[in-house]
């Protein structure tokens, strides 16, 4: 599908406005941003730009609605059931927000097409939560009788803060959660990937959300960090860099501001002598494709037994040249192009540091032949890594595999947690034991045996600095809870 027909079949409302207290409003300053096409580098829609006074305005309205407004006050039940409108909503608009993805940042169609369907399943999982979660607990106090009570009530206004590489799904898990506790939200998108964002503010204006729940922003970093700064805000819930959310954790520190988030991760796959490379290769080339390997969670350190790094080299080597960059319509296609020129260029400069510290590059490393227009890079392997290079270290986010050699198992655990992320991990044997023994050891908040796996509908989340707190399922919803405790005398 080209730009045009996708804009047509979109057919955003208010694209030139913003989402704020109820209405479609024009931004302050009145500017706009171009999105542009990854597959043919080509500007296809504009959309409204917010700055400093849209996030005061933005914050003003979500303060008054949760304040004064009905929606906190709507039991769980009632506001699971606008849950369930917005998923039925999102589920009505599958062929538009599939092709959304792709056109905002390339992902594959065959993937794209079933973004719709697994967002609306988020609002209907945290529907169904409303009706299980214990929103009231009664215990016997540890003295003077009567009951204690430990209720959960919402932490407030929400600033809940998307990156651009899942927009939809990043965007459900975050306000979904919010909204199910009683909490009214911000919602930023980015401005390479906001579309997603706009279809849930139309379908929240449908359903008749109350004024000020939900309110839609796009912005690009100072206006953001504006926003986070706004003492309005009770709670900010961030997915993107590690960088950016240090950031956003010193500010929200500064006041106490509640905080969640899902920040950058290196994840180390860990081959045990057990498993043949057939099935090593075949567990692991295809997650580095996922995405073009624009995913925090990917398994880009593959940390094998030295004695067999070798035919580990050739076999990963031989699997990633056979893998196309191409046209992400294209059913040959294994990956499509990088979101945007800055990504291919910090991608390609990745490859060049890796050469330069002494790695060998073993497949890719550079543009597809013959696709010279569009932000495609082939997928890449380096083999013989040190875990110190800065290969091994910082997150590149682009398809780059580091294939590193250990002496025994204890140095693949050293390795694995060597590093200052720890969101996900990956054991390959075939000994469920084993593979169990291990995932208890590695410093990460993912681990699974024999493939890349990562299930929001149970949770999903990060030690060190791949983040703070949990998004999906039951342990999703608590960051947006605050605990209260209260004492009642027993009845008369």
């Known amino acids: 599908m080209n730009p045009a027909d996708f804009a047509s079949l979109l057919a955003l409302r208010h694209p030139d406005k913003l989402f704020i207290g109820g209405q479609w409003v024009a931004p302050a300053k009145g500017g706009a941003f171009d999105m542009v096409s990854p597959m043919t580098e080509e500007a296809y829609l504009r959309i409204a730009e917010a700055t400093e006074p849209d996030m005061d305005r933005a914050a003003d309205a979500a303060r008054e609605a949760f304040d004064n407004g009905p929606w906190p006050k709507l039991s769980h039940a009632e506001r699971a059931d606008y849950l369930r409108r917005i998923a039925a909503g999102l589920a009505a608009r599958a062929e538009a927000l599939g092709h959304a993805w792709t056109q905002q940042v390339g992902i594959l169609h065959a993937m794209g097409q079933f973004s719709a369907h697994g967002a609306a399943g988020i609002f209907n999982q945290y529907a169904d939560i409303a009706g299980t979660f214990a929103f ?119 006041r106490m501001a509640r905080f969640t988030m899902e920040l950058g991760g290196k994840s180390a796959a860990i081959v045990l002598d057990d498993m043949p490379v057939e099935e090593a290769v075949q567990g692991l080339t295809g997650s580095i494709c996922l995405m073009s390997g624009q995913v925090c969670a990917a398994l880009t350190r593959v940390v094998v037994p030295r004695r067999r790094h070798d035919e580990f080299a050739d076999g990963f080597a031989a699997a990633m040249s056979a893998l196309k960059a191409g046209n992400p319509y294209d059913p040959a296609s294994n990956l499509g192009p990088l979101a945007m020129g800055r990504q291919l260029d910090r991608v390609l400069g990745y490859i060049e540091k890796g050469k330069a510290e002494g790695a060998r590059l073993a497949a890719g490393g550079g543009r597809p032949a013959g696709l010279n227009r569009g932000f495609y890079v082939e997928p890449t392997l380096f083999v013989g890594v040190d875990n110190a290079m800065t290969i091994a270290q910082e997150e590149i986010f682009g398809p780059v595999i580091s294939l590193i050699p250990v002496e025994d198992e204890e140095d693949a655990v050293r390795i694995a947690n060597e590093s200052i992320y720890g969101l996900n991990g990956a054991v390959l044997t075939h000994d469920r034991d084993r593979a169990y023994a291990f995932a208890r050891r590695m410093r990460t908040g993912n681990v699974s045996q024999n493939q890349f796996r990562v299930d929001t509908s149970v949770t999903f989340g990060g030690y060190k600095q791949s983040g703070v707190g949990r998004e999906g399922g039951v342990e999703g919803l608590l960051p947006y809870l605050e605990a209260k405790t209260v004492f009642l005398d027993d009845a008369a």
Do not use: M
Request: glycine share 10%; proline share 8%; net charge negative.
């Open 136 to 254: 009231e607990e009664q215990h016997t106090p540890g003295y003077g009788g009567g009951t204690a009570l430990i209720v959960r009530e919402p932490v407030g206004v929400v600033a809940a803060i998307v990156p651009w590489n899942g927009p939809l799904s990043l965007a459900s898990l975050k306000v979904a959660p919010a909204l199910l506790a009683g909490c009214t939200v911000v919602l930023k998108a980015s401005p390479e990937a906001p579309l997603d964002a706009y279809v849930i503010a139309e379908i929240a204006e449908e359903i008749g959300l109350p004024a000020g729940v939900l309110n839609l922003v796009t912005a690009d970093r100072p206006a953001s960090e504006h926003l986070v700064r706004n003492p309005t805000i009770d709670k900010v819930s961030f997915t993107g860099s590690s960088v950016a959310g240090r950031k956003i954790a010193s500010i929200c520190g500064e």
